[in-house]
């Protein structure tokens, strides 16, 4: 049987992990630039905000609640999310993390998920729900009802499983997203069971093979091997504070989101083949532009000096003077594992040396940033922006788990009853 | 072509010398994290703040280590999310009744009664202190 660990509110438990204070209080967690909201806990859902609104649009909402917004730490949310996954890898042998908060795993048969669930819990101070079934997608949809359930778990055996699919939108169900969802509804297919009533070779005729095989685990056929999520593209990108009119403001912001997307990038160990630069007005004003443009590179990188020259390269192409710019965005397209890109055949021998070189240096950075923190160093380009930036993460919370100055406080303080 | 340089062969080192009497008996340098981080995962550093602990040893400023796999037990000092806010405190178990023993003598012991309003967040494990 296959396991889902997936953590409850991830974002908003990290928030909470270190503030007894916030316990049972509505928190938001806000996206980059407190743009929006991203993540709400339990206590906040009951107020019917929703994920992915606007702050501004929110704010009497929160205001009038008592709502505290938190901006996205994602330092201390990547931390905990490690701490889990290495105990869970201590519980139950290998693990395929799917997702910050989410990991697929093999559920040894001399365990109960409600162990799981509570082993978590009381070593990392963190909710989770458990859902196994036969395959991965049924193992989702177990975990999606376990969320429901008071026991955050769910086991679902064989002859439930007609029942669980009956009760599972067809949208809901992993691998179907909104496109073929609004296809499958057209044809009167509403739910996971409708689908899996439906003739293969229709599926495979009007759908994809992925479809098929989303078909296949439903009716508790494994097919799907997730070794780590296919990324398809890597983004970064911002909405500025204040417009930005001059092509300097704009380099600068395109470098620094470079430097981030190359650092996840490195992070994910992949390079990228192409890259691609959007930079837009304002969409509800007139004479909205949102020029776009893709170059392609000789040889797949994730080298931030690189990947930095190629997205100014395209900027001076697409930049119109006098516009009010609201904000960029830069993606990786095309993207291989790194330590297997195929050179240059032109230049062999000399771009070998040039590529150690590059790696020696992107190592050096790393570590420096690992030691000292991010925004020690950086690309010359980026100067000011990190900087402008990152004040306006204005409720951003302690790194609490990776500073040593950072780190919570415990009272020792005797406040209560004197003896008489 | 360059002809200066020689062409090479293939290298080897030639070894000369009596090998280190000692090279078997290496062990690793001694490494402060076996000692103080035993469960990695479930460890996490606080500051004290306040010196009601000082007759056990903890002083203002002292990091202490928590590791939340411990299952607590009478008498550990544990790290108590209390009232609302961390609080650093003896645990004593009597007759199935929880107490946060204070070390002070002129304070009595806090008898918990109420469990929404308490819960253990780790047993310190160890307190690191450094001097300069």
Redesign the interface.
Known sequence: MIGLCDCNNFYASCEKLFRPDLKNKPIIILSNNDGCVVALSKEAKQLKIKRGLPYFQCKTLIEKNGVIAFSSNYTLYQDISDRIMNRLRDLVGLITPYSIDEAFFRMPYYLKPEQIRDDIKKNIGIDVSIGVARTKTLAKIANKIGKQLDSNCLYLKKEWESKALYKTKVEDVWGIGKNKARFLKSHNILNAYDLIEQNELWIRKNLSLPTLETMKELKGIPCINVEMPQTKNICSGITFSKPRESIEELEEAISCHCTILGEKLIAKQLETKTISVNIFTNRFEENYIAPISTIYLKEATNYIPNLIKAAKTILYKIYAKNCKYKGCRIWANNLTRDGYRQLDIFNGEKNNLLLEKQDKLAKVVNEISNTYGREKISSAATNNLVKNDLQSRCNLSPFYTTRWEDIPKVKCKNKYIKKR | MKKESPTILMEIPIKCGFPSPAADSRENPLDFNQLLLK????T??????????EKSG?Y?GD??VVD??INAKNNDLV?A??E?????KRLKIKDDKIYLH?E?????D?EINNLDDFSI?GVISAVVRTLR
């Not at chain 2, 469960?39 to 479930?42: D, I, K």
């Not at chain 2, 004290?48 to 602990?53: E, F, H």
């Not at chain 2, 609302?84 to 650093?88: Q, V, Y």
Request: glycine residues 6%; proline residues 3%.
């Open positions: 469960h990695r995962a479930s996490y550093c606080l500051k004290a703040s306040g010196n009601s602990l903890i203002d990091i202490l939340k796999s790290v999310e209390y609302g806010e961390f609080t650093a204070p002070n003598v002129d304070f009595e806090i967040f």
